[in-house]
């Protein structure tokens, strides 16, 4: 008799990611962020065994508009990105980029910065509606951000019989939330450059979304 259908879904931290690949990027003097998620997260199945099937993964991050007055195309690169990743299965959940005034002591002055809005929040209500809808049985949180362990240990406890594990992106390892968790795994460098999509990466209808040539 065969064993049962392990069900694992990937919870992406968009931006936890995104400056891990930087860091990978400057140190392997090689292009990383055209990132095929869908072999990467694939490629670590095995982790959970012979039965283990990706159920589904989430790629969850904000279109940095405000950044196209001093980088042009900004944003438009990272929405033909997120294109590429629904195109292949990827579920995108987009968050917002909201003012905020910070005061500086030496100029004096009030500064305005943007700060990333409900994108820790967006992974912890996804990650407690897939258990109460029972569409997992190993959820997967690529991240090193500590902001998401509240929602980790509600989910233990209302859960126990579902595991959730850290895939810590490459530089983003965390010892809180290892301690946490039954199991963990880092992310390695050499994993980002192979894992890449294709360039071009051609979508169902036929058209084409060309790598930036600066990725």
């Known amino acids: ?3 049962a259908i392990v069900r694992v879904t990937f919870l992406v ?3 936890n990611l995104y400056h891990s690949l930087r860091q990978a990027e400057s140190e392997l003097g090689a292009s990383t962020k055209w990132l095929d998620l869908r072999s990467l997260c694939t490629s670590y199945l095995y982790t959970f065994g012979k039965t283990a099937r990706l159920e589904r993964i989430y790629y969850f991050s904000a279109l940095a508009t405000y950044r196209d007055s001093s980088r042009p195309g900004s944003s438009a690169r990272h929405s033909s990105y997120v294109e590429c990743l629904q195109s292949s299965g990827i579920i995108p959940e987009l968050g917002r980029f909201k003012v905020k005034y910070v005061y500086c ?9 943007y700060e990333e809005k409900e994108t820790d929040v967006a992974i912890s209500v996804r ?10 049985d190993i959820l997967v949180l690529v991240t090193g951000d ?4 509240p929602a980790v240990r509600t989910a233990q406890r209302l859960y126990p019989t579902k595991e959730i594990c850290f895939a810590f992106p490459y530089k983003r390892q965390n010892s809180e ?3 946490m968790v039954r199991r963990h795994f880092k992310i390695h460098k050499r ?6 999509l294709p360039d071009p990466f051609v ?8 790598k930036p040539s600066h990725w």
């Open 191 to 196: 994993e980002y450059r192979k894992h890449q």
């Open 177 to 179: 939330l290892e301690k």
């Open 203 to 210: 979508l169902p209808g036929g058209r084409k979304i060309r």
């Open 105 to 113: 002591r030496t100029c004096q002055q009030r500064n305005q910065h």
């Open 127 to 136: 990650l407690i509606e897939l258990l109460l809808k029972d569409e997992a």
């Open 1 to 3: 008799m065969s064993s």
């Open 13 to 15: 931290d968009g931006f």
């Open 146 to 149: 500590t902001d998401l362990a």
